[in-house]
């Protein structure tokens, strides 16, 4: 008779876990990172304008990194998009009114934007089953609410007894680990793709709708 293995956690598990490690360390850059500009001298207008900026790449490059990703390799194009967060956070407390840090932190919020959220809603929309779409989505929605709740919480003891700096690497270290479930998750989205197989692709795949 032979034993049976335990079974490992699911592809679906490993994604929870990743969101919500993710959301965990994004929430605390995205809050510090105005209040860094803030203590620095930088204007209110400044800061909106660097958000503005930092997201108009996703509006025009998108669908070629949809594009370049399915044709690669999707999982390493996400952990890269991870990898150029931990960055920012790594540059984050060098950024001065008189020197260029924010152009580099500019350059890295926006490419890691590009990189990361396309692999990631592609790798969820295979992830997750049709038949409990509406479930799986509320437990990643539900496991990132929490996170960013928590976050800030955390985030706001180690400013008041710390340095801020500390901050940035905190979020960075919790960003590191989101990375280590993503390595497990063995389903395998398709690659080389022709161009014609691609473009019949995009007219019935759901992320495109």
């Given at each position: 008779m032979t034993s049976r293995k335990s079974p490992r956690?699911?592809?679906?598990?490993?994604?929870?876990?990743?969101?919500g490690l993710?959301?965990?360390?994004?929430?605390?850059?995205?809050?510090?990172?105005?209040?860094?500009f803030w203590q620095?001298?930088?204007?209110?207008?400044?800061?909106?304008?660097?958000?503005?900026i930092a997201a108009l790449p996703g509006y025009f490059?998108?669908?070629?990194?949809?594009?370049?990703?399915?044709?690669?390799?999707l999982k390493k194009l996400l952990i890269l998009g991870v990898l150029f967060?931990?960055?920012?956070?790594?540059?984050?407390?060098?950024?001065?009114?008189?020197?260029?840090?924010?152009?580099?932190?500019?350059?890295?919020?926006?490419?890691q934007s590009l990189c990361y959220f396309p692999a990631r809603y592609l790798y969820f929309s295979e992830i997750a089953s049709r038949k409990t779409v509406g479930f799986q989505t509320?437990?990643?929605?539900a496991g990132t609410m929490v996170a960013r709740a928590?976050?800030?919480?955390i985030a706001g003891f180690i400013?008041?007894?710390?340095?801020?700096?500390?901050?940035?690497?905190?979020?960075?270290?919790?960003?590191?680990?989101?990375?280590?479930?993503?390595?497990?998750?063995?389903i395998k989205i398709r690659q080389s793709f022709q161009s014609s197989a691609f473009h019949a692709m995009s007219q019935q795949h759901l992320v495109f709708k």
């Open positions: 956690i699911s592809d679906a598990t490993l994604f929870y876990i990743h969101s993710f959301a965990f360390s994004e929430i605390i850059f995205l809050f510090s990172l105005p209040i860094l620095r001298g930088f204007s209110l207008s400044f800061i909106f304008a660097f958000y503005a490059f998108t669908l070629p990194i949809v594009h370049y990703g399915l044709k690669t390799h967060y931990i960055l920012l956070a790594i540059i984050s407390p060098f950024i001065q009114i008189n020197n260029g840090w924010w152009i580099a932190a500019l350059f890295l919020l926006a490419i509320g437990i990643v929605n928590i976050a800030p919480i400013a008041l007894f710390t340095h801020f700096k500390w901050v940035f690497l905190f979020g960075a270290l919790f960003m590191l680990f989101s990375i280590f479930p993503f390595l497990f998750i063995r």
